[in-house]
């Protein structure tokens, strides 16, 4: 089991930066893919971004060219640059561990956009 602890969330006004951080302790070795999803209100949880080991990545249709997700293996975490913030990025994001064939989550930090 991998356990999952964010950081970085909080209030922005539109156009301004974030970085959340994701730190993965436990069954580390497991890790295949670690990533970032989030949840609005009245909304289904989607995916934000994820990061294979080997450093390949897949964005949201709705984040790509303004988020950057990036890994840094030896100290075991996911980092997510959000920049160019919209109103509509407000969720509740979560830190996503996959591996083998198992999901792991975080217990989601807050990032609310103002306009």
């Known amino acids: 089991q991998v356990q999952l602890v964010e950081s970085g969330g909080g209030l922005v006004q539109a156009g301004g930066s974030l970085r959340l951080s994701c730190a993965a302790s436990?069954?580390?070795?497991?890790?295949?893919?670690m990533g970032w999803y989030r949840q609005a209100p009245g909304k289904q949880r989607e995916l934000v971004a994820t990061?294979?080991?080997?450093?390949?990545?897949v964005y949201g249709a709705s984040v790509k060219d303004r988020f950057t997700i990036s890994r840094d293996n030896a100290k075991n975490t996911v980092y997510l640059q959000m920049n160019s913030l919209k109103p509509e990025d407000t969720a509740v994001y979560y830190c996503?561990?996959?591996?083998?064939?198992?999901?792991?989550w975080g217990q989601g930090t807050q990032v609310t956009v103002s306009s």
């Open positions: 996503n561990a996959y591996s083998n064939g198992r999901d792991d």
């Open positions: 990061i294979a080991s080997g450093g390949s990545a």
């Open positions: 436990g069954s580390i070795f497991s890790i295949n893919t």
